[in-house]
Nanobody
């Protein structure tokens, strides 16, 4: 079983950058795909980005494509979400989740489904001021 902790959130002006970290303890980190989701006030937990266990495949939601980038350090048991050109609409609590399922469906779209992920962190707040 893996435990996840997100960090790196904060307050930033529009156009600025942040790097979020998702660090794991327990389990074998390289066994898990990692997804990032976010929940804006009053909203649902929506897909942001995902990275496969090897780091070879990355996927992004339409609203962040071209601005956010994922990277992964399996030895360091961490995944990083690099967020550039932040906008006020990026304001949300950001969560990382771990999926231990390596079925082919993950690569064809399940990466964006919340219940694909078995384990979640507690979230980190990102606030972008205009």
């Amino acid at each position: 079983q893996v435990q996840l902790v997100e960090s790196g959130g904060g307050l930033v002006q529009a156009g600025g950058s942040l790097r979020l970290s998702c660090t794991a303890s327990g389990g074998t980190f390289s066994d898990y795909h990692i997804g990032w989701f976010r929940r804006a006030p009053g909203g649902e937990r929506d897909f942001v980005a995902a990275i496969t266990w090897s780091g070879v495949n990355t996927y992004y939601g339409d609203s962040v494509k071209g601005r956010f980038t994922l990277s992964r350090d399996n030895a360091g048991r961490s995944v990083y979400l690099h967020m550039n050109d932040l906008k006020p609409e990026d304001t949300a609590v950001y969560y990382c989740g771990a999926s231990g399922s390596h079925g082919s469906q993950y690569y064809t779209g399940r990466y964006r489904v919340r219940d694909q992920y078995n384990y979640w962190g507690q979230g980190t707040q990102v606030t972008v001021s205009s």
